[in-house]
């Protein structure tokens, strides 16, 4: 049986817009226009198009988001269950090195 | 280049299901060179993902077809380049009086670097390789073994057999070619039907996951 991925890092070069995507979506849906401006707007990065559907695709293969139905040409997405857990595990993972890396900058 | 040309560079399948939505987020973006290298590498992406991990997405039929004759090839070539190098180091051994007749020890060095005792663990690594990698690097895995045994199968018409350290080899390889015939074809049959399987079973998933796409037509169109 093939095995399913539960963990960001295995998206590769994708792993870093699936988080921004995850992150915007945490406030609820959005269509891809919508997340670039607020991707950009959190981070500071601007996702390329290519990249930001590469990373939806995947994301969506791996059930952490679900398309709603489309408005217009545009087709918002939301956050799933199992992609809140995925986006959960994933910030704490980041709060961890993030403290240890701040701990490490005082000490010296 | 245009958006919509752009976007046809995407697999069909890909395309059908993402290519409105992208075009419409396109469409209130500035078409700037970084945006044009962004999507050439995103379709490239999704070519290469298409091939390399089909259970991940849409694959069409052709591509399997593709992946069965490579993987077939890649057993051909495997074996080959597994006898090539065995034969002599049995030779050696055999010469050099490590396989010694009624010698539990010799005898299991002698199967393991024999012709056949190869091929026997190339059918092991085989059915090994369909529990730990299914889908997963399959095809890049496969693309390499039958490059090698391209390599295999060049250099064999040099009389690769006529080489000094495999002296005296020619006679028991010929008398053998036979059986390793016949062994490579069972192998390739047994085997390149259970990908043929597998790959009927991903063919299937790719028609029904089509058939269940709903997405309104496109502006960008369906055709490749």
Known sequence: MKKTSDSLADLGRFSEPALLILISLADGPKHGYAMTQDIAMVSGQKLGPGTLYGAIARLEARKWIEPLPAEDRRRPYKLTGAGQRVLRHRLEGLRAVTRVGASRLSEG | ?224
Not at chain 2, 12 to 41: F, H, K, N
Not at chain 2, 142 to 150: D, K, L, P, S
């Open chain 2, 1 to 224: 280049m245009r958006p919509e040309t752009l976007i046809r560079l995407y697999p069909r399948a890909w395309r059908e299901r993402y290519g409105a939505e992208l075009l419409a987020l396109l469409e209130a973006t500035p078409m700037t060179s970084g945006v044009r290298a962004d999507l050439l590498r995103g379709a490239a992406r999704e070519w290469v993902e298409q091939v390399v991990r089909p259970g991940d997405t849409a694959c069409p039929y052709p591509l399997l077809l593709v992946r069965q004759v490579v993987r077939l090839a890649g057993l051909t070539a495997l074996s080959w380049c597994l006898v090539l190098a065995a034969w002599p180091l049995a030779e050696w051994l055999h010469v050099n009086g490590f396989v010694m007749p009624g010698n539990a020890r010799g005898l299991l060095l002698g199967m393991l670097v024999s012709a056949r005792g190869s091929l026997a663990l190339f059918v092991g690594m085989q059915r090994g390789h369909s529990v730990w990698a299914v889908g997963r690097g399959e095809f890049v895995i496969w693309v390499g073994v039958a490059f090698v045994g391209a390599v295999a199968h060049i250099l064999d018409p040099l009389e690769l057999r006529q080489l000094p350290w495999n002296h005296g080899m020619n006679s028991a390889l010929e008398q053998s070619d036979l059986v390793l015939y016949v062994f490579n074809w069972l192998a390739m049959t047994v085997l390149g039907s259970r990908g043929a399987a597998r790959d009927a079973q991903l063919a299937e998933a790719w028609r029904s996951r089509k058939r269940a796409m709903k997405v309104p037509s496109s502006p960008l169109g369906l055709r490749d």
